[in-house]
């Protein structure tokens, strides 16, 4: 009986051993998620009890940048610490927009991976070249046909099921896993477009339009909380997922070594946030939870997704995590709310489609943002995804002079630069620089925005400067 026990013991100190000092990640991200459409943001309809409990086992950060509100050109952000400008990836990767990050840019998998990282990312991709980001792991489950295709982005039961697959492999190396959600990025360009469609595994939650607040960037029409309610539908399948991901991490004695990050890679499809540099396209959610850190914390710095990089690869313990990066670890005021230091992020846009090129720079401050577009005799292009969609559809065969509170001239046809104050303005609607009270702020945050581009690399300053 004691030679039992005494091998039961073994046994248990071995697994022990080999999960102690183990310094996981899952980066979890949602897609086309509004930062303000989470519970724990302030939403009281739409639901997400997975989200907000990580919230509360960990900081919410209340405002974080995504940097550009485009899929692909987020994604290589994240995974780079790289504002777009200087990563290369200006575009979407697929089909005839074929942009990819420079040939120099190193991405947070190859270096995790040489830190001895197993890696794994499923879900959406958009990402490119894949020789950038070597991936153990891509969501095809195991026992699956030769040739089968990974799990798809919408499948969440699917998703749980690789996510599961990945973290209880038995391996003693550490993994970083992405999980790139497909929720709630609209199903199509047609119709509603939004909603859970013909999932058999899944019981999607209804939300009624009427009760549904409509965002202030937004017109109140049925038609747009029909759309927000297929919507919430959406964000809410996401909540699922999450909650499958941190099941997973706590069946598998994983929950006390991982740290757990979620974003949104930007806001919604909607006219006024993707393909933006307004707050609905680039601010984002931002929770993180830290093995025996703060819990149940709201921070207050201002945080961009260029931190993400050096933030996993110092949780991994790589010596100088920030550097080759735009961005700081967030671990050394992960405790620290009210830090000095953290009071302003620089926003890079150069184009959400290859037809949609409109280079846009912003430095955002705690109260004044300022915009500088570099093309702005040309009118706005206008994102396909958003364009081909019903809201603007309605607004174009409409004559409609406004989306929401914002003229529709506004919208398509921006002056040079554009200087808002967040305070009394959080809509972004009344543009300062033009007022000569504010030309002093103007000329100052003109000049700290070119010199943070100089010294993050923005080729555009060989042709443009704000000062010319």
Avoid at 79 to 94: D, I, K, S, V, W
Avoid at 367 to 381: C, F, G, H, M, V
Avoid at 417 to 442: I, T
Wanted: glycine share 10%; with cysteine; charged share 20%.
């Amino acid at each position: 009986m004691k030679r039992i026990i005494l091998v039961l013991l073994g046994l248990v100190a071995s697994v022990t051993l080999t999960h102690a000092g183990e310094k996981n990640i899952l980066l979890i991200i949602t897609d086309n998620q509004n930062w303000f459409d989470l519970g724990c943001y302030g939403n009281k309809v739409v639901q997400t009890p997975h989200m907000d409990r990580l919230a509360e086992e960990g900081v919410r950060f209340r405002q974080a940048f995504a940097t550009v509100a485009s899929c692909s050109a987020s994604r290589a952000v994240i995974f780079t610490g790289l504002l777009t400008h200087r990563n290369g990836q200006y575009a979407h990767t697929p089909a005839e927009h074929n942009q990819q990050l420079r040939p120099d840019v190193v991405t947070v998998f190859s270096k995790l991976k040489a830190h001895g990282y197993r890696t794994g990312l499923i879900g959406k991709t958009h990402i490119a070249p894949l020789e950038k980001y070597p991936i153990d792991y891509t969501g095809v489950l195991a026992g699956s046909k030769p040739g089968t295709r990974p799990v798809g982005s919408k499948d969440i039961t699917g998703l749980g099921k690789a996510t599961e697959e990945f973290i209880g492999a038995p391996d003693d190396a550490p993994f970083f896993l992405t999980l790139a959600l497909g929720d709630p990025h609209p199903n199509g360009q047609q119709g509603v477009a939004w909603g859970v469609e013909g999932d058999k595994e899944y019981t999607p939650v209804s939300y009624d339009p009427a009760a549904i607040e409509v965002p202030a960037f937004l017109p109140d029409t049925a038609m747009v909380r029909e759309q927000l309610a297929g919507y919430y539908q959406q964000v809410t399948r996401a909540d699922h997922g999450v909650g499958l991901a941190l099941a997973s991490l706590k069946k598998h004695g994983h929950d006390e070594d991982t740290l757990v990050l979620l974003i949104s890679d930007h806001g919604t499809s909607e006219p006024g946030a993707m393909g933006t540099q307004y707050e609905p396209g680039v601010r984002a959610p931002f929770i993180m939870r830290s093995p025996g850190g703060p819990a149940g914390l709201v921070h207050e710095a201002l945080v961009a997704f260029t931190d993400i990089t050096p933030t996993l690869l110092d949780w991994a313990g790589v010596q100088d995590p920030a550097a080759g990066t735009h961005g700081r670890s967030l671990l050394p005021i992960l405790d620290k709310p009210a830090v000095e230091g953290w009071d302003e992020v620089v926003l890079s846009h150069v184009a959400h489609e290859i037809y949609s090129y409109y280079p846009m720079r912003t430095l955002r401050e705690r109260r004044y943002k300022l915009i500088w577009n570099l093309t702005w005799k040309a009118e706005y292009p206008v994102p396909v995804d958003t364009f081909n969609r019903r809201l603007w559809k309605s607004i174009r065969e409409s004559g409609a002079t406004m989306i929401g509170p914002r003229t529709v001239e506004q919208y398509l046809n921006r002056p040079r630069f554009e200087l808002y104050d967040l305070e009394s303005d959080p809509g972004e609607l009344h543009n300062l620089a033009g007022d000569p009270a504010q030309s002093e702020r103007l000329t100052d945050m003109t000049e700290g925005l070119v010199r943070r581009l100089e010294e993050t690399g923005d080729p555009w300053l060989q042709k443009y400067r704000p000062e010319w």
